[in-house]
């Protein structure tokens, strides 16, 4: 089993629609959890970060954390043609010593 | 502009030769890291740095040696290339190991021909 597991995609929503992405992890000691964007031939880019459970917003981008479940998932209202990308979930375990561990990646395409 | 600068972009390298990535950050991070990114296999971290003067191996470090002999400069060696080791690699850097938000250098193509 991946450490941190999320569906390649691609996933298709229409231009305004709220868009899902879901992460799973498999250390369930873990305590900081992040989403990077990633453009086609560009570097990751952090979007959010959350650290309890719930929900956490900005902007357009909602994150939830279920630690029980050990599923983190991003949520992007009204979906627009740039947000079209690559959303890779991290995740860091229990410890200062632990590191970042990246999913594979969820391919969101936006469609006019 | 602070940030990571990565040079080169991109390079073309014959097997069995010896290649070094660069990577200079200019935000005082403690903590730096390199990974490698492929298709299917996302971002895999090779080494990384706690703090000036110390590194650490990571998930793919077998060919790949670094050094940080300053807190902004985090240089990745290839010590003699092989053709599995073409990837994109990212440098990128945080305040300190782990605990805070990772930054991403723009990138170095490698092509092990």
Redesign the interface.
Same mark, same amino acid.
């Given at each position: 089993q991946k450490e941190v597991e999320q569906n390649s995609g691609p996933l298709s929503v229409p231009e305004g629609a709220i868009a899902s992405l879901n992460c799973t992890y498999s250390d369930r000691g873990s305590q900081s959890f992040f989403w990077y964007r990633q453009y086609s031939g560009k570097s990751p880019e952090l979007i959010m970060s959350i650290y309890s459970n719930g929900d956490k917003e900005d902007g357009r981008f909602t994150a939830q954390l279920n630690k029980a479940s050990q599923y983190v998932s991003l949520l992007i209202r009204d979906s627009q043609p740039s947000d079209s990308a690559t959303y890779l979930c991290a995740v860091k375990g229990d410890g200062t010593a632990s590191k970042l561990t990246f999913g594979t990646g969820t391919r969101l395409q936006v469609t006019l | 502009i602070a940030g990571i600068t990565q040079a080169p972009t991109s390079q073309i390298l014959a097997a069995g030769r010896r290649m070094t990535l660069r990577c200079t950050q200019d935000m005082r991070h403690n903590a730096m +890291?390199w +990974?490698r990114q492929d298709l $299917? @296999? $996302? @971002?895999? @971290?090779i080494h +990384?740095s706690n703090t000036a003067g110390t590194t650490g191996k *990571?998930e793919v470090p077998d060919g790949y040696s670094v050094s940080r002999a300053n807190t902004d400069d985090f240089p990745l060696t290839l010590a003699s290339a092989v053709p599995s080791q073409t990837s994109v690699y /990212?440098c990128a850097s945080s305040e300190h /190991? $782990?605990?805070t938000?990772? /930054? /991403? *250098?723009? $990138?170095t193509r490698l092509t092990v021909v």
């Open positions: - | +890291y +990974y $299917g @296999l $996302g @971002l895999r @971290l +990384y *990571g /990212f /190991f $782990g605990i938000e990772a /930054f /991403f *250098g723009q $990138g």
